[in-house]
């Protein structure tokens, strides 16, 4: 009765915004009245803040399309879907008119989205800050076999964030700007509504943007959130991504400040009404910028240092250095000249406690660490996994680690299963649904339950069905959207996640030229694979442009030799997202995480295959550590050297790639194809000779040394997988079972119990 109350609802609503029958309506008009009834839903959820408040600060938000995932949150989604098909309307399709946001770009975004799906989920006042990208990163189109950079124009219409009539004044560079609060609401899956708040100028113009995604960078009042990390390699670019951090943070604080007073916060108490979370190092500015807000209202200068370090935490996602930001303390006077005199006071603040001046904001050459102030000058640093964390302790901050031993603490990531479950594979959803209920959905641990049925014949053999179901259907989006064919009787090996020389996608590349001459000799793998990647690499990372070249190019070498394409494919997802991302981790049989050990903070996009029943294949390196713990060494593919060798190996400098290329014939074999006349043909010389010298006489992140082992363990996987398909099927639950423990739920609920403390008075 309760069901066919609700389609009535719906239907009544939607027939109601269209003004004419849902059969007679556009795609357009439904998702258009379906997102005035979510907004309307979403207000009834919205609650008053008593005591505590979090403000999330990050440079990204990579959110995804929101329709069906605030449907799901909101119990309306089955009404919704049987209400359209009734109709003969299908959700499908409806979702396919949806523009995605282009707020975020890899790991870090998706994980602030998560945090935020998470908090509301939990009934936590917790809101994020962050910028409205009008481009986002960029529209990734494949020419010739190498990315170019195109503008991701997804502005438009009706969307979810919805402009306010608020503004803060932000000055830069000795002009004032109005800073436009746009707002989001983030429902919570039978939770609150909480809000994404997104700062823009209203006087952006698109039409700046030359060929490309190139634009007169100095032209700050159309340019400044056009793009998210606006290229980088000249002085503009650098300059312009201070601009649009401090628009974050200013815009942001003000806001912080103007809320917790009219909550009735004195300032001198604001520690009992705010906590902020620094998301990496883009929004540290908020530090001195909050500093400086309080002593415009008559705190001092040493009270104020002292309110926003207990308000503020600072999460760590790195030990890489390029991405611990530093800045020439010139640029800071030209951008933030207000902000220099605070910095400045807190640098001396530092030298007074300590006489390391490897530890100083400002150092010998006047660059301006913002790692340093986040952690002299915040009540928490966090990682992001075990691994990572101790990393951090013992190593890369061991020198911040002694001064305050008491501040340095571990959140293993986590993934909301909300989005990465029941929206992306809603089949397994039901399957598991139907074996152990339906606490899972609100409680990830309860997943655990489904141990009883590893030996269940039954039941693998519906995993392994509904497996074979999602590789069909990634084949029919495949030919559909990129109009490429796949094998779905293949194993299905996927490695997705942004491009990075330390994630190794080039490692990836090497074991499938390995394979393309054990193919030729005769020596086929125990199953035909389809290796398919998805990733952007950043329009200026000259070497990640090169690997995804390589991959290209070789995908071709392979399409047109019908010997070795009868039993192994290459496929490279043109703008690899979020929507592609849903498509691919339900498909996925062997998930690659094969980062250098010590180089991935956490990584959630294994949290996410195996979830959805793939078997990883990686190295001990972030959360992988983590995941080969829960599953036992039987349920996951571990290979390479540790993070101790490899740290080792960096302190001692004796790791000479050469020396590997020249004593191992297939590394070497492997190489030398590269520029080989079967590339060249599909490849430019330039790109393809250029990564070669790079894996030959530098090769930072040590593919050579793992490349046989990676070999090995990835064709005794593929092996596995072909000769005992139940025996895997029963590994794959077991990996779904215990992949609770990695829900973003879990990891808030630990934030908040040892950082945050949200809604204490």
Same mark, same amino acid.
């Given at each position: ?160 964030? !919805?402009?306010?009539?608020? @503004?803060?004044?932000?000055? /830069? $560079?000795?002009?004032?700007? #109005?800073?436009?609060? +746009?707002? %989001? ?124 370090? !207990?308000?503020?935490?600072? @999460?760590?996602?790195?030990? /890489? $250095?390029?991405?611990?930001? #530093?800045?020439?303390? +010139?640029? %800071? ?429």
């Amino acid at each position: 009765m309760k069901i066919k109350e609700n389609n009535n609802k719906i239907e009544t609503a939607l027939t109601k915004i269209c003004k004419r029958e849902i059969s007679q309506c556009s795609y357009e008009e439904l998702y258009t009245a379906l997102l005035e009834i979510v907004e309307e839903e979403s207000k009834k959820h919205a609650a008053p803040v008593k005591g505590r408040k979090l403000y999330y600060i990050s440079a990204e938000f990579l959110i995804g399309k929101l329709l069906s995932n605030n449907l799901i949150n909101l119990g309306l989604y089955d009404d919704v879907k049987v209400c359209l098909e009734t109709h003969g309307r299908s959700m499908a399709e409806l979702e396919e008119t949806e523009p995605e946001p282009s707020l975020g770009n890899g790991g870090l975004g998706r994980l602030a989205a998560c945090f935020l799906d998470s908090l509301a989920t939990l009934n936590l006042p917790g809101d994020g800050i962050g910028l409205r990208y009008h481009c986002g990163l960029f529209h990734q189109k494949f020419t010739n076999q190498l990315q170019r950079e195109t503008p991701d124009f997804w502005l438009g219409g009706d969307e979810w964030a !919805k402009r306010t009539e608020k @503004t803060y004044t932000v000055s /830069l $560079a000795g002009k004032d700007y #109005k800073a436009r609060l +746009y707002q %989001l609401a983030v429902t919570g899956y039978e939770g609150r509504t909480n809000y994404l708040n997104l700062f823009d100028l209203d006087t952006i113009d698109d039409s700046v943007i030359r060929e490309g995604i190139s634009f007169d960078k100095t032209d700050i009042e159309k340019n400044l959130t056009l793009f998210l990390y606006p290229d980088d390699s000249d002085e503009a670019g650098r300059l312009l991504r201070i601009y649009q951090q401090y628009l974050m943070v200013s815009a942001g604080a003000q806001m912080i400040l103007e809320e917790c007073m009219e909550r009735g916060s004195s300032l001198h108490d604001l520690d009992k009404y705010a906590a902020i979370q620094i998301n990496d190092t883009h929004p540290s500015m908020v530090i001195p910028e909050l500093i400086r807000l309080l002593c415009e209202k008559g705190i001092t200068f040493e009270e104020a240092a002292e309110i926003v370090t !207990k308000v503020c935490a600072y @999460t760590n996602h790195t030990i /890489l $250095a390029e991405a611990l930001e #530093k800045w020439p303390k +010139y640029y %800071l006077d030209t951008v933030v000249p207000q902000l220099v005199p605070i910095i400045e006071k807190l640098d001396a603040m530092v030298r007074e406690r300590t006489q390391d001046g490897s530890t100083a904001i400002i150092d010998d050459y006047k660059t301006v660490h913002m790692a340093h102030m986040d952690i002299h000058f915040t009540h928490s640093t966090n990682g992001v996994a075990a691994l990572h964390t101790e990393i951090l302790k013992n190593s890369e901050l061991n020198h911040f680690y002694r001064l305050y031993p008491e501040r340095f603490n571990n959140k293993t990531n986590g993934i909301t299963f909300r989005r990465w479950l029941l929206k992306c594979n809603p089949e397994l959803t039901e399957l598991i649904e139907s074996l152990i209920g339906p606490e899972f959905k609100k409680d990830a641990s309860k997943l655990e339950g489904l141990l009883a049925f590893t030996e269940d014949e039954a039941v693998l053999e519906k995993v392994a069905k509904l497996k074979r179901d999602n590789k069909e259907a990634l084949a029919q989006w495949l030919f559909h959207t990129q109009n490429i064919a796949v094998n779905p009787e293949s194993m299905f090996l996927i490695q997705s996640k942004r491009l990075h020389e330390y994630k190794r996608q080039q490692l990836n590349l090497l074991y499938l030229i390995h394979q393309y001459f054990e193919i030729k000799a005769g020596h086929m793998p125990k199953a035909p694979i389809t290796a398919i990647f998805g990733a952007k690499a950043a329009p200026a990372y000259t070497i990640a442009k090169d690997i995804i070249h390589a991959l290209l190019a070789l995908s071709r070498v392979i399409g047109d030799d019908p010997e070795v394409s009868r039993w192994m494919q290459v496929v490279f997802i043109e703008n690899y997202n979020v929507t592609a991302a849903e498509k691919m981790i339900p498909a996925c049989d062997l998930s690659e995480q094969i980062s250098l050990a010590s180089k991935e903070a956490s990584g959630t996009g294994n949290m996410k295959f195996m979830l959805n029943g793939a078997l990883t294949l990686g190295t001990l390196d972030g959360a992988n550590v983590e995941i080969a713990e829960a599953v036992g060494e039987d349920n996951i593919y571990i290979f390479g050297q540790s993070s101790s060798q490899v740290i080792r190996r960096y302190s001692n400098g004796d790791y000479c790639a050469r020396e590997w290329y020249e004593v191992d014939s297939n590394i070497r074999r492997a190489i030398n194809f590269l520029t080989g006349e079967e590339m060249l043909s599909h490849g430019t010389k330039e790109n393809l000779e250029r990564l070669k010298n790079e894996l030959i006489n530098k090769d930072w992140f040590q593919t050579l040394p793992d490349f046989n082992a990676y070999v090995v363990r990835k064709n005794q996987a593929i092996a596995d997988y072909a000769q005992n398909p139940m025996d895997w099927a029963r590994r794959t639950l077991i990996n779904i079972s215990k992949a609770g423990y990695f829900s973003s739920d879990r990891t808030i609920e630990e934030y908040n119990k040892d950082i945050w403390h949200l809604g204490e008075a």
